[in-house]
């Protein structure tokens, strides 16, 4: 059983930046990916910044949705068991509820049932 907690998130003016992160326990397979995702009210949840390579070091693997190519990263340390995720340039669009989770990922697409997943955290980009 894999837990996830998030932490970070809230409010940030357009053009800022915020850093999250996410602590996870239990196992976790060298097999599984990281990622954040990121839902607003009636659309699906949407892979924002995937990673699939277990090492720290590596961004083998990775993968970013178009729209924050260049201004979001994603990273891991493994001694913490910690992810990370780094928001540059924040646009009013990428408000959304965001999540950590893990599991068998194709690019940034869960494979049902295989997932674990944060808490969710709300990110508003506003003036």
């Known amino acids: 059983q894999v837990h996830l907690v998030e932490s970070g998130g809230g409010l940030v003016q357009p053009g800022g930046s915020l850093r999250r992160s996410c602590a996870f326990s239990g196992f976790i397979s060298d097999y599984y990916a990281i990622g954040w995702f990121r839902q607003v009210p009636e659309k699906d949840r949407e892979g924002v910044a995937c990673i699939s390579s277990s090492d720290e070091n590596s961004d083998l693997g990775s993968h970013y949705a178009t729209s924050v190519k260049g201004r979001f990263a994603i990273s891991r340390d493994n001694v913490r068991h910690t992810m990370y995720h780094q928001m540059n340039s924040l646009k009013p669009e990428d408000s959304a509820v965001y999540y950590c989770?893990?599991?068998?990922?194709?690019?940034?697409?869960?494979?049902?049932?295989?997932?674990?997943w944060g808490q969710g955290t709300q990110v508003t980009v506003s003036s």
């Open positions: 989770a893990t599991g068998l990922f194709v690019d940034c697409t869960v494979v049902p049932g295989t997932s674990s």
